[in-house]
């Protein structure tokens, strides 16, 4: 039988050029076809590479450039010849070996989409769920220094400090400390204050921090409204819930960083205090801060409706349709005035403060706008 892979000097009309991966220069070669690929350069040096460690390397239409796992990895032959491209190409067994088979590439695209599935599930419901459990271990001294730093970037945003009229101040200090010894708050660093500014608000943050702002104070019309809405608050304090977001809205990174103890750095805390200032409460965490805030006012002897009626009467009615219901982010007001309505009671204990101390309160920023 004739061997058809008989040695024999390949011609081309064509120019053969090789690159030997160590200089940049160009060699124009003839090639022998024999056991193995002979190189032959002008000069008379040759290469030789064996067929089975020949690869297609990615080349332009009309040229054959090939690469040898046993030469350097920058090595290429570029064949040009139509006739000795076959050649070559019927001799090298293993010529598209490397390459991807469609195999591979659904294997490929498998994988990338359980692994987006896998982070998809991660962010639903494993970052929320570590959110839930590590919130309320996070150490004090941690929390109070994103409070602290989440304080600075509130007083930035709604006024450069707190409202210090002594009065007032004496008044807000003795109401907010009878929440806070009906809500079982033992925090001897709690802190409250009431911010220089016309939106009508109020924010507590991490470290036992409370801030009213004055125009909220300006809205309300007697001491129940604004103890019903810092019950709410407190509610969150309680529960943790701005440690919850911050570690759930602030994303994987910062919870990666909890984790680990890398939450002392000064970017670590700014980003956590510009996200607890961004951030919002979820529907779950607003109705239960809705029923800590009644039961409150319900242990001091005060209805909690007060309260409703004042969130209403800042935001109007701010449902319409069942979308709007199903899609709003927190409780809507109206149905939180219904329901505070319908825990209503007589009040059966003392004045949160007295008709002085609240008009003391009302003038704690005094009489200058904001």
Known sequence: MTDVFAEAPAQSRKPTIFFDGVSSRKRQVMLTLADGLEIVEEDGAHVRWAYANIRRADSPAGVLRLASTSAPPLARLEIRDAALAADVTARCMRLDEHQTSRRGIAKIVGWSVAA??????????????????????????VERRIGDAAEVQMKAIFGRGVCEDPAGKAAFTRLVNRLRDAAGLDDDS???????????????????????????LDKAESPDELAGILAHELGHLKHHDNMRGLLYNG????????LFGDVTGSSAVIFASRSLVEASYSREAEAAADTFAIEIMHALGRSPKPAAELMFRITGKEGGSTLTTILASHPLTEDRLKRMSREDRPASGPPLLTDKEWRALKGICGSGKV
């Open 116 to 141: 987006a599935v896998s982070i998809v599930c991660v962010v639903l419901f494993g970052v929320p769920l570590a959110a839930d459990r590590l919130a309320p271990l996070v150490p004090k001294p």
């Open 190 to 216: 709690m802190t409250a204050g009431v911010l220089p500014t016309a939106v009508p608000n109020a924010f507590a943050l991490p470290g036992g921090k409370v801030f009213v702002l004055k125009g909220l």
């Open 251 to 258: 994303g994987t990174s910062f919870l990666i960083g909890l």
